[in-house]
């Protein structure tokens, strides 16, 4: 007879085997690597929550602890390789294989173990992707997850740092897994119930917070005369014409730049309240300027940033917080925000190549993709119309018939012709193909792909490749914006100049842009004090980003 | 568009300026009266240093420092800029010789004071031994010069702070004027954690750096005894009331300043934090220094910080 629920019964047996070392749901940390040597078996597809920002650090360190006879060849599913401790655990055999979404801070180590043969890689992902994997054939059999506190039935609050957590929470306890949740303390009650006690099986109490990490605090003082022209040219040059309102920012010091430069420079050429109004955003420090003066209207947040508490919970007519006053973030919901309902996406990258392709990969780090590709691509499924997404599918095609016109969602790049450590923006072959080359991937790890990405922005100039009618046009709007490095150097003159007189090339001078009133002196808050000034002393910057 | 800047006066421009931020020739232009400004060995005469080149590092046409004379509210000064966004202003040989020869010029005047903008991580580590010679060749300068009546008055708020023997000359001078950003110190942060450990000083906990060599603790302690605001007007009026204030270097006032420093570390010598001393000084909240505006602290120190007019 067939029996239908042997994933039920094998779930309730695993709950069973964890029950004795729980009173109630609860666990002692001591014996956190007991419950999963309990739980867990060999060749199980594990979700150890790293998110990019919060990590279930205390779990993480269990299950490197675990007897290799009773737990081995993890298949690890998870969207953030952040700790050291996730990487200890392919090196130790407790895990194999690996599908994974971001790898910021272990980029170097994890490619070394993609090279060696430690880890067997299933694929790297961008979050919704991998999200919607968990929803498929990468469903996990256990979830090791983190929250801020637990009362004793397992009701979880999660804190600002929401992130990833409801989502993988429902694709495993709704699939017959088991959720374990580290938690910094058990209350009587929790603030607000972000997961409901009956997805959740073990609590496990953590001596110390989890970790969380600033990700997304850009220090004022560090940004550049060059990033701050780049900066003016994009709002000049990209914001205003289209009337970009809804939109997500990169986290590099240009569009810190430019979240700096929108009650000063923005105000000045008077688009408050035309530009920038409903962002799909972390709570960018840099932002709180442009909130306060009452550029921005609505935010809502794949997570939260360290010391933007208190300016959050102050600030709920701008974010998005529960009924305790405190922010609720969502990776997978934001990441459907910024795909389905922003007109632009803009950000930095690593390498652009001749067809605009970009990339973060080199031959030595291997990044992830993260949120950049699902926020820097166009929605095919996206219907409804705005002003900026038809302009720029008119600008794409204009002699198609209107009313069959898709719009083009603006996806713009913007760098320095030369980066960090005079490294050319601009390469002839991406550093990701090398890499593709030699691990023999089928796939080049592309953060953005060349027919998504409408404009470069560069200290040369704007590039709208929205009106490149050829490849060859194309390739010369984009060496033409180039400055001096190689690829730039490289262009046809006279065909630059044509594409300059059309406006696929604009220049500073064409957009009535001084180079040199590029200053510093423009930017609304020039160092991290002045942003606590500005929050009115509810911003409290973490210790590492202090000058007093 | 952007609007322009000939409408502003001088004196509106040096306030609105961060010290901070600006170079050492815009600390100098802005420092000055207008236009005073008369450089010695200009970069034009590319006195460059003759050691980066062996280790293939770009020169600067002028090595780190301008070093020149002009005038404050209408009197002579000699005055020296350290450029810390080139090698973090530190000290080599030709850097360290033009502050030497300034120095020298002024003890042989011997009415002109100097103003010495410090801005430096200490000795070039690429020409160190010719580093170490210039700071002790600066140190006797600065004291030759103090016992032949010139004041000289050290101003510290660059990026780079005033550290290594950037900070054994400060210590030497007359007086000093530090805003909130600036720092002075021997041992930097980073050489503290090295050779003593996280868990004696963590060099990223920069709340911790900067209440232990940062502006506000150096003006409480009265290793500075002047605190400015971070701009550039704000230092020139610190350096005109400093000027004001100086007496002249005798035994009997290098007497009261060993007496003010052992003294120093017979109340302090134990405190395991700044914010002790600032406590056992009789300061109420003094967790809350740290964020006090400039004015708010001005009044502050004006009442309880110490000073080392009578002695040094």
Not at chain 1, 177 to 194: F, K, M, Y
Request: proline share 4%.
């Amino acid at each position: 007879m067939t029996t239908w629920q042997n994933n039920r019964a094998a779930r309730d047996v695993r709950i069973a085997a964890g029950a004795g070392l729980a009173r109630g749901k609860v666990v002692e940390a001591r014996d956190a690597t007991r419950l999963l040597e309990a739980v867990i078996r060999p060749g199980d597809r594990v979700c150890l929550e790293g998110d990019n920002q919060k990590q279930a650090d205390l779990l993480s360190q269990a299950l490197l602890a675990v007897d290799l006879s009773r737990v081995n060849d993890l298949h690890m599913v998870q969207s953030g390789v952040v700790l050291p401790e996730h990487l200890d655990l392919f090196d130790r055999g407790v895990a194999k294989r690996l599908d994974y979404a971001y790898s910021g801070p272990q980029s170097a180590r994890i490619a070394r173990m993609l090279f060696g043969g430690k880890i067997e890689l299933g694929a790297v992902h961008t979050y919704l992707e991998l999200f919607a994997r968990y929803f498929i054939d990468l469903t996990p059999q256990v979830a090791l997850i983190a929250a801020v506190s637990a009362d004793r039935e397992g009701n979880l609050y999660t804190g600002p740092n929401t992130e990833d957590t409801p989502t993988v929470v429902e694709a495993t306890a709704f699939k017959d897994g088991i959720v374990i949740a580290q938690v910094n303390e058990i209350a009587e009650t929790v603030p607000r119930v972000d997961i409901p006690s009956d997805r959740v099986h073990f609590i496990v109490k953590s001596d110390k917070p989890f970790f969380v990490e600033p990700l997304f605090t850009r220090d004022p003082a560090a940004i550049t005369e060059g990033q701050i022209l780049t900066a003016m040219l994009a709002i000049k040059g990209i914001y205003a014409p289209y009337g970009v309102q809804r939109l997500n920012h990169g986290i590099g010091f240009s569009t810190a730049a430019i979240e700096l430069l929108l009650p000063t420079y923005g105000e000045r050429l008077g688009l408050k309240g035309k530009i920038a109004t409903h962002f799909a955003l972390n709570p960018h420090p840099a932002l709180i300027p442009a909130i306060e003066s009452g550029w921005v209207r609505q935010i809502h947040s794949f997570g939260s940033e360290v010391g933007m508490d208190e300016y959050i919970r102050a600030r709920s007519d701008v974010y998005f917080t529960g009924p305790d006053g405190s922010l609720r973030s969502n990776r997978a919901f934001c990441q459907t925000a910024g795909l389905y309902a922003c007109d632009m996406f803009i950000g930095s990258t690593l390498q652009i190549d001749l067809q605009g392709n970009s990339s973060t990969v080199t031959t030595s780090r291997i990044a992830g993709f993260g949120g950049a590709p699902n926020m820097g691509a166009d929605a095919r499924g996206r219907r409804h119309p705005s002003e900026p997404w038809l302009k720029a599918g008119a600008e794409a095609a204009p002699d198609g018939a209107a009313l069959l016109r898709r719009g083009r969602k603006l996806v713009v790049q913007i760098g320095e012709t030369f980066g960090d450590k005079n490294v050319p923006l601009f390469v002839e072959k991406l550093d990701a193909i090398e890499l593709a080359e030699k691990l023999n991937l089928e796939l080049a790890p592309i953060m953005i792909y060349g027919d998504d990405v409408t404009h470069i922005v560069t200290e040369e100039g704007v590039a709208n490749l929205l009106l490149c009618r050829t490849a060859r046009e194309r390739e010369q709007a984009i060496r033409g914006v180039a400055g001096y490095t190689d690829v730039g150097r490289r262009r046809d003159h006279g065909m630059v100049a044509r594409l300059r007189e059309r406006g696929v090339i604009r220049r500073p001078e064409d957009l009535g842009i001084n180079p040199l009133d590029a200053d510093r002196s423009l930017l609304a808050a020039r160092s991290i004090k002045d942003l606590v000034r500005w929050s009115g002393g509810l911003y409290a910057p973490p210790s590492k980003f202090r000058n007093w | 568009m952007t609007a322009p800047l000939k409408d502003i006066t001088p004196a509106e421009r040096a306030r609105s300026t961060s010290f901070y931020e600006a170079s050492a020739r815009t600390r100098l232009e802005l420092l000055l009266d207008a236009g005073s400004f008369v450089e010695f060995i200009g970069p034009e005469q590319r006195e460059v240093s003759p050691h980066l080149k062996i280790f293939d590092l770009p020169e600067q046409f002028d090595d780190g420092i301008v070093v020149g004379h002009g005038r404050l509210d209408g009197a002579q000064v000699f005055v020296a800029a350290q450029e810390g966004r080139f090698m973090g202003g530190a000290f080599g040989e030709v850097h360290g010789a033009k502050l030497t020869g300034l120095l020298r010029a002024a003890r042989q005047i011997g009415s002109i004071p100097v103003l010495i903008l410090f801005d430096t991580g200490g000795v070039r580590l690429q020409e160190a031994n010719a580093g170490e010679l210039a700071i002790a060749e600066i140190m006797r300068a600065v004291m030759e010069a103090r016992s032949s009546g010139v004041k000289v008055i050290g101003l510290i708020g660059g990026r780079s702070g005033c550290y290594g023997g950037g900070g054994l000359i400060a210590g030497c001078c007359s007086a000093l004027a530090v805003s909130e950003p600036g720092r002075i110190a021997v041992s930097g942060p980073e050489v503290i954690e090295t050779n003593r450990g996280v868990e004696e000083f963590d060099s990223r906990d920069r709340a911790l750096v900067w209440r232990t060599m940062g502006g506000k603790h150096r003006r409480l302690l009265g290793a500075a005894d002047v605190f400015a605001a971070d701009n550039v007007q704000d230092f020139r009026e610190a350096a005109l009331e400093l000027l004001g204030l100086v007496g002249p270097l005798g035994l009997e006032r290098l007497k009261a300043e060993q007496e003010r420093l052992a003294d120093r570390l017979r109340r302090y010598g134990a405190c395991e934090d700044a914010v002790d001393i600032w406590t056992a000084e009789g300061i109420v909240h003094a967790e809350t220094v740290p964020e006090l505006p400039a004015d708010q602290f001005i009044a502050l120190a004006d009442r309880i910080g110490r000073t080392s007019r009578d002695a040094r």
